[in-house]
Structures are given as C-alpha cells and as structure tokens.
C-alpha cells in the first residue's frame, strides 16, 4: 500500500515538475522579449538624444558665424599676407580686415596712399634700421652692399607710415571692440542654446518614461512569476529525487530473497 502511495504521488509529482517547467520557460521568454523591446526603446530615445545634441551643435556654429560676419571678424572675407606687413607690427588678419572694410565704407580716408593694397605694398616694402649710428629706411628687398644699405630718398615715407601705423592702431581698438561684442553675442546665444536643449531633453526623457512604463511593469511581473517558478520547480525537484530514492530502496526490499539472507 506504502508503495502505491509513493508511486501515485512520484507521478503527480513528475506531472507538477513538467507543468512548472514550461511555466518557468514561458515565463522566462515572455521577459525576454519585453526586455528587448525595452532596450529598442531606449536605443531609439538614445539616438534622438544625440540628434538634439548635434542640432544645437550645429545651431551654436551657425550663430557663431553669422555673429563673426556681422561683425567683420570673419576670416574668409579677405584674402592677404600679412606675415611682413609694418615690419613686424600690428600684422593680425582681423586687424587688416577691419581696416579694410572702413576703407570700403568710407569711414576710414587714405592721404597718402590711393588704396589697402597700395600701402600693404608700400610699407612691406620699407623698413627703418639703425645704420652708422643713425636711423634710416631701407629698401627690405635690397641686399646690402659691404654690409650696407641704401637709404631711401622718398621724402614722405616718415608721413606713409605713420600714417599706416595710425590707421592700424584705430583698426585694432576697432576690432577689439568688435571682438568683444562678437564673444558676448554668441555666448548670450550659446547659453540660450543650453536652455534650450535642457529643456527639450527633459521632455524626451519625460516621454521614454512613459512609453517605458508599461513595458518595465510586466518585466517585473515576468521576472516574478519566472523565479517563483524556478523556486517551486527547485522544491518539487528535491520532493520528487526523494519520492525516487525511497521508491527504489522500497523495490529493492520487497524483492524476494528466496532464503538468502
């Protein structure tokens, strides 16, 4: 009788591990899948995430060139060489630039030169050294003779060149003033920007939450049902090992011994 209970319940047993099995795989699976979709999810949240940053990115550098052009600084709106000019003076592109475009413009008069690229050449060409104990402007292009220059005899390059070297002063203050005005504008827009991004990331996470929340709800949920599973079908394992054990000692004692003993 003892047998027959044994057996009956290994076999409710086996029927339980079976049922306990496939609900832990199913379970298990189910978790998958809604884990995956969860990862897409964030993926996709991840990528508009990076679009917005390189949006604002882009938005930051076209301010910041727009800015520049509107205020004369920017570098490719003239084409010079200025590594010589004023022999070793205020020789900054932006300088020249600025300079240039008063000229254009007509705020800036020219007394001894007819244009920008007459005096560039001009005071390119000349520079002032100490020669003999004196000062005197040579021709930079001359090669010296017994270690000696040539003078020049123009009688108004003192004039020509204070007068360039006045009007790159004023081009300077100018440009420093425009530089200042430029940096300001564009870190007013760029803070802007930042606002704006701060805000428009909050809005994209408030929406990642809310598509994930259904989806991490029933992670959870599967997660659950999958482990209490996997802890039912742990215990019905070892009760069915057991019901196994006692049955196999159970046939062994009742085999026939026949006087063996």
Not at 55 to 68: D, P, T, V
Not at 172 to 180: D, F, L, P, R
């Amino acid at each position: 009788m003892a047998f027959l209970m044994l057996l009956h319940e290994k076999l409710r047993l086996q029927r339980k591990v079976n049922k306990l099995t496939l609900k832990q795989a199913q379970a298990s699976s189910r978790k998958e899948r809604v884990t995956k979709q969860i990862e897409r999810i964030q993926k996709m949240y991840s990528k508009r995430e990076a679009n917005l940053d390189a949006q604002a990115k882009r938005m930051q550098n076209y301010a910041s060139l727009q800015f520049k052009n509107f205020f004369g600084l920017s570098s490719g709106m003239m084409n010079m060489n200025p590594m010589a000019y004023l022999n070793g003076g205020l020789n900054n592109m932006g300088v020249m630039q600025t300079l240039a475009q008063g000229i254009q413009s007509g705020q800036v008069k020219l007394e001894n030169f007819s244009d920008m690229n007459e005096m560039m050449e001009y005071t390119n060409k000349y520079k002032k050294i100490t020669q003999d104990g004196k000062q005197i402007w040579v021709d930079s292009s001359e090669q010296p003779t017994d270690g000696k220059y040539t003078e020049v005899t123009d009688p108004d390059i003192e004039a020509k060149m204070t007068e360039a070297n006045k009007l790159m002063n004023q081009a300077s203050g100018v440009y420093q003033m425009n530089q200042s005005y430029c940096t300001n504008a564009i870190s007013n827009y760029e803070n802007n920007i930042s606002i704006w991004l701060e805000y428009e990331k909050a809005q994209l996470e408030a929406e990642q939450d809310e598509a994930l929340l259904p989806l991490q709800e029933q992670e959870t949920e599967w997660d659950m049902e999958s482990t209490s599973a996997e802890t039912q079908l742990a215990d019905a394992r070892a009760r069915l090992d057991s019901i196994k054990q006692a049955l196999s000692e159970g046939i062994k004692d009742s085999a026939p011994t026949f006087g063996l003993g």
